[in-house]
Nanobody
Framework: QVQLVESGGGLVQAGGSLRLSCAAS????????MGWFRQAPGKEREFVAA????????YYPDSVKGRFTISRDNAKNTVYLQMYSLKPEDTAVYYC????????????????WGKGTLVTVSS
């Protein structure tokens, strides 16, 4: 069992930045690939970023590539999402995801989810 707790969300103006954190419980954090997803009101959950177990490979959709950076600290059981040049369309609840079998770039079948943290970007 893995518990994921996101933090770092809030209100930011367009063009600003935020860093989200996701702290994982347990002693097997390094055996999970990690990801971030987001869900805006009335929309489906969408992939934002993912990182493999070692942190050596990261993946992004075109919508955030060059603006968002995912990283992990296996010693701290934490994955981060640094977000720059935020846009109003980035407004959503951001969820942390953990998966032991694959790097989570799709939401279906992910092993564990956090409860989310709200990011609001004002224009």
């Amino acid at each position: 069992q893995v518990q994921l707790v996101e933090s770092g969300g809030g209100l930011v103006q367009a063009g600003g930045s935020l860093r989200l954190s996701c702290a994982a419980s347990g002693r097997t954090f390094s055996s999970y690939a990690m990801g971030w997803f987001r869900q805006a009101p009335g929309k489906e959950r969408e992939f934002v970023a993912a990182i493999n177990k070692s942190g050596g490979s990261a993946y992004y959709p075109d919508s955030v590539k060059g603006r968002f950076t995912i990283s992990r600290d296996n010693a701290k059981n934490t994955v981060y999402l640094q977000m720059y040049s935020l846009k109003p369309e980035d407004t959503a609840v951001y969820y942390c995801a953990a998966d032991q079998q694959r790097t989570p770039t799709v939401s279906a079948g992910v092993d564990y989810w956090g409860k989310g943290t709200l990011v609001t970007v004002s224009s």
